[in-house]
């Protein structure tokens, strides 16, 4: 049986009180769907540099492969049980944010995802799908009430740290938002060198 717990986030603002309405970023961190957490030092840094330009920052818990989340019968193995619940939690993180605009002093017009690795892929995931897709972990677990199921979110822009698109491809559509990519030609972690971001370029400009 799975138990609902709650996920938490922290949240990095400027220091100034206004003005309101501030663009808004949701971190992500890596760690391959199995390890890491919101307190990733160099999350915690990219968000406090964006803070001083500026931006409200939220750095957000999601569910690894050691909590087994539930995830549709399509998603058979661990890691992609993961990923299925680590995109679900990022776009309710996104739709609490929206919810509670005033409160968090932002723009609900003006979210972007920014992730690295594992978290990378995520935000990628996120940020291109429809409202429909990766909206709850399965017909069988409906959505609580409090995840604001069905509420309208935007994503103007996607930061991909070292992160791949290949698990779903079709999701860069002519209506993706924005996407910058870093990767590494070393990297053999995720992909092989820069093939996940050559793939990444050549499906936005396809569309």
């Not at 209506?175 to 590494?184: L, N, Q, S």
Request: net charge negative; proline share 10%; charged share 20%.
């Amino acid at each position: 049986p799975h138990e609902l717990h709650p996920l938490l986030m922290d949240v990095i603002r400027p220091d100034e009180e206004t003005p309101k309405e501030r663009p808004a970023v949701i971190l992500l961190h890596g760690g391959g769907f199995a390890s890491g957490s919101k307190e990733d030092e160099n999350h915690v840094a990219i968000a406090q540099d964006l803070a001083r330009r500026g931006y409200v920052c939220f750095l957000v818990q999601y569910r690894l492969t050691e909590e087994y989340p539930p995830a549709p019968v399509s998603y058979a193995d661990p890691v992609s049980r993961a990923f299925h619940a680590a995109v679900v939690d990022a776009k309710t993180a996104l739709r609490h944010v929206t919810v509670n605009a005033e409160a968090y002093g932002i723009d609900p017009l003006q979210t972007a995802f920014l992730g690295d690795s594992a978290g990378a892929i995520a935000a990628l995931a996120a940020g291109l799908s429809p409202p429909e897709r990766f909206a709850d972990d399965g017909p069988d677990y409906p959505v609580p009430a409090e995840n604001n199921p069905g509420v309208e979110t935007h994503t103007v822009a996607i930061v991909n740290l070292w992160g791949s698109g290949d698990y779903f491809p079709e999701l860069f559509t002519p209506e993706a938002p924005p996407i910058m990519t870093v990767h590494g030609a070393l990297d053999f972690t995720v992909g092989v060198s820069l093939e996940p971001a050559l793939n990444i370029d050549a499906w936005c400009r396809e569309n």
